[in-house]
């Protein structure tokens, strides 16, 4: 059984207090991530959550889902997918958006048990996610809370690559430029023409966020991505003279 008080687990220059020694390796292991490798030598975790609200700090994690991806291409089979007790009622207002009921999550495990396994589910690879910020907040939050570290593991957004991939297409064209783009993953994968999946689903849209990175990589800069370097440079934001 996994013992509810925080043992000290030592790593060379990583001294912190921890139950999950994975946070603690993958820490090591993203110390000095090499980012000029080929992009598919890297493996990635691309994550969604569903929420009870947007605010960290009085809404909570109802459902987690995960898809792997390596190679460049999804693994179909490697997927994480839990619905989780909250501490708090259930918000009807959620529910309309994920439609998961309170009855769903009565009887779903508590994060407590859902984060090791969600850690172990990670691994050493990097995160992808749509808007992936908002989720990281709400998963670190919970992670410092429980188990007294976040995650230190790369992230990439897929909002963000979106947002530069337009940029690139309408360079030079000023006068055609799209105002009215939306970034909102199921609009996305339509403009895109990418199978369309379930939404406010967190391992459907774990699948369509996975789509649409794979579909952004091999796009963005005209497909002349090679390296993870490469696909950082790619998403910076361009300044306009």
Avoid at 16 to 23: A, F, G, H, K, S
Wanted: with cysteine; net charge positive.
């Amino acid at each position: 059984m996994r013992q509810r008080f925080l043992q000290r687990l030592r790593l060379p220059g990583l001294h912190r207090e921890t139950d999950l020694p994975q946070l603690l390796q993958m820490r090591k292991h993203f110390r000095n991530l090499d980012q000029k490798r080929s992009l598919a030598d890297y493996t990635f975790c691309v994550v969604d959550t569903e929420l009870t609200g947007l605010s960290p700090r009085r809404d909570e994690i109802v459902s987690i889902g995960a898809v792997r991806i390596r190679g460049l291409r999804i693994a179909p089979k490697d997927t994480f997918f839990t619905l989780v007790q909250p501490r708090m009622d259930l918000p009807k207002r959620s529910t309309l958006v994920h439609r998961i009921t309170p009855t769903e999550v009565a009887h779903a495990p508590r994060l407590r048990t859902v984060l090791p396994r969600f850690i172990d589910f990670c691994d050493n690879s990097l995160i992808v996610g749509h808007h992936v910020g908002l989720d990281m907040s709400f998963l670190n939050r919970a992670l410092k809370r429980i188990h007294g570290l976040p995650l230190n593991t790369p992230c990439l957004d897929t909002m963000r690559l979106a947002r530069a991939y337009e940029e690139q297409l309408w360079e030079g064209f000023y006068d055609q430029f799209k105002m009215n783009v939306s970034y909102h993953l199921p609009d996305l994968a339509e403009a895109f023409g990418l199978p369309a999946f379930t939404a406010h689903h967190a391992l459907a849209d774990a699948f369509q966020t996975a789509y649409l990175f794979l579909f952004l990589v091999r796009k963005l800069s005209g497909g002349r991505l090679k390296t993870l370097q490469d696909l950082h440079n790619a998403a910076k934001p361009r300044r306009f003279l």
